[in-house]
């Protein structure tokens, strides 16, 4: 897979995510892809003071992306 199309299998995993991230009033960024292996992305509105933002990331997020792209070892939120 190509780093083209890898970026475009993890922005069509976060748009997936992106509804339900919006209805609480928050959102996701890609920041970046790293070795083809680590994600860094930015959780953004209520997201970024809401308690359960890291189960939101491991559980919801980062399964999500391994999905659309099973390579992916590490998912990353930076402030």
Same mark, same amino acid.
């Given at each position: 897979m190509?780093?083209?199309e890898l970026t475009?299998? !993890?922005e069509m995993a976060l748009a997936e995510i992106r509804p339900f991230l919006n209805s609480d009033g928050g959102d996701i960024t890609l920041?970046?892809?790293e070795?083809?292996?680590h994600v860094t992305v930015r959780?953004?509105?209520a997201? !970024?003071?809401c308690s359960v933002n890291q189960m939101t990331l491991k559980a919801g997020v980062?399964?999500?992306i391994?999905?659309?792209a099973p390579q992916i070892e590490t998912v990353k939120n930076i402030a």
């Open positions: 190509t780093t083209e475009q299998n !993890i920041i970046g892809i070795d083809d292996k959780l953004e509105g997201c !970024i003071a980062e399964t999500t391994k999905k659309f």
